[in-house]
């Protein structure tokens, strides 16, 4: 705690997932204990911070810091997002990665953990200043990655755009053409269904664990925070299933929508303009819009936190439930506090995680990765039906991790024991390093 004090968002993960170990580490401890397993794992195999300089419009230079942290590559080449957003810092990334590391592991797939960023905010940006910090990046960081070492892909801020210029880069300097990172272009190896696949897998495991307690999807209403990647194709996806979404957000205020959201109207204003929901509210007479924060006050059924971490408050938890809002499945990276996840398991809410519920979108990487290798591209149907299952696999994996050590229906444990254990048998066979 003390070597990482300066690092908040690291310290709650780790001690989130400590918690909920607890079991497995007691039925294991001496083994755990002689190897060191749990302070090598919260310890990243390496940590590579860099300078990243570019030139504005006026001419002028800029510089970003630029990190990716290498979490643990037991079961696979490091694998994980990279953040483009101000907030960005080490421990950031840090948090990020380690979760990574457990949320590959549940995708059943071979992919270990990473993560990487800039405090570099693309928002207001030229796409050529865009184009010349992402050279910059990746002018360095292409010592470090490569399709069998390490494969970074998109996260807040950085998405196809920024995602072409980096491998545009990356093949200019090694001359190299592979797949070295996912969320590409569809034209140079991208694969179909991963700009859904995270909003998608998010309402595949969340129908799953419905179907499971004996509810229908069909008919629901539905919160989304967020109006990014995830919360986009959760919204489509949850609309296909009949449900009803009456919310979104960005960082400046939210929008209820009682009507439902209007997705062609969202998509327009979101990822063609690139503008703010103030302009969805303007063109959409259904819409009230709200400066701030405010989504978790609408009564709902569903709740889907799909914009960043620590955005659903203990206070909103309280909110939902007496709402009587039966399930919570996150498709941010952790949104939801620890009192908030607490205080929502003890009142009886169903809560998944994001290491299991957003899995959909790392695991439609690793189907990019497979696709890259064999030099083939699948139909978006095959990828898409392998995301479903590798969804409903991941909820029945967590479901039986949670059972096999007496907390049944606690799926924050249940993801946290099944995505341990992989990667937990992993080092040991492999040795001490
Ligand atoms: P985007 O950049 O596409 O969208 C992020 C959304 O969240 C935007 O609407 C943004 O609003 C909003 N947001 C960002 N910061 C804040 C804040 N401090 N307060 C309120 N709203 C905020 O990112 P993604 O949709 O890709 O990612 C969203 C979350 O999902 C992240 O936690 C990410 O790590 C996670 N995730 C994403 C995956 C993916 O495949 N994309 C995979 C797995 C997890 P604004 O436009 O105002 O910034």
């Known amino acids: 705690k003390e070597k990482n004090a300066s690092e908040p968002e690291f310290l709650q993960a780790v001690e989130e997932v400590l918690e909920t170990l607890r079991p497995v580490i007691e039925a294991n401890e001496e083994k755990y204990k002689k190897e060191a397993l749990l302070e090598r794992l919260v310890e990243p195999d390496r940590q590579i911070k860099f300078r990243v300089p570019w030139i504005d419009d006026k001419g002028q230079v800029q510089v970003n810091t630029g990190y990716r942290v290498q979490f643990n590559n037991a079961i696979g080449p490091y694998k994980g997002g990279l953040r483009l957003h101000p907030s960005v810092n080490i421990g950031i990334i840090k948090f990020l990665g380690f979760e990574q590391t457990l949320k590959n592991s549940l995708t059943g797939l071979p992919i270990g953990g990473g993560k990487g960023g800039s405090d570099f905010d693309p928002k207001g940006k030229s796409d050529r200043e865009v184009m010349a910090f992402c050279q910059s990046f990746i002018t360095e960081l292409y010592k470090y990655i490569g399709a069998d070492v390490d494969v970074p892909a998109g996260d807040i801020g950085t998405g196809a755009r920024e995602i072409g210029y980096m491998y545009g880069q990356y093949k200019r300097i090694t001359g190299r053409y592979e797949g070295v990172l996912t969320g590409k272009g569809l034209t140079f190896g991208g694969s179909l269904a991963r700009t859904e696949a995270t909003g998608y897998g998010l309402l595949y495991i969340t129908r799953e664990l419905m179907k499971c307690h004996g509810m229908d999807i069909k008919d629901k209403v539905c919160c989304v925070s967020g109006s990014g990647n995830v919360a986009i194709y959760a919204t489509e996806k949850a609309q296909q299933m009949g449900a ?64 960043t971490q620590n955005e659903l408050l203990l206070e909103d938890a309280k909110q939902l439930v007496a709402n009587g809002c039966t399930a919570v499945c996150e498709g941010a990276n952790m949104p939801t506090t620890l009192e908030a996840t607490k205080y929502l398991q003890d009142n009886g809410v169903l809560f998944i995680c994001g290491k299991a519920s957003n899995a959909g979108g790392v695991a439609t990487s690793a189907l990019e990765m497979s696709q890259n290798s064999e030099r083939m591209s699948w139909t978006f149907e095959e990828v898409d039906a392998k995301l479903e299952q590798i969804m409903i696999n991941i909820y029945h994996n967590i479901d039986d991790a949670a059972k096999r050590y007496g907390m049944e229906g606690n799926y924050v444990a249940g993801a946290n024991i099944a995505g341990f254990e992989k990667v937990a048998n992993a080092m040991i066979a492999q040795g001490i390093f």
């Open 244 to 307: 009803k979404v009456v919310t979104v957000s960005d960082s400046t205020g939210w929008v209820y929508d009682p009507e439902g959201i209007d997705l062609a109207l969202l998509k327009e204003v979101k990822e063609v303009k690139r503008a703010r929901l103030t302009e969805y509210a303007a063109a959409r007479p259904s819409a009230q819009y709200h400066e701030g924060r405010g989504v978790w006050q609408i009564k709902c059924d569903i709740a889907l936190p799909c914009a």
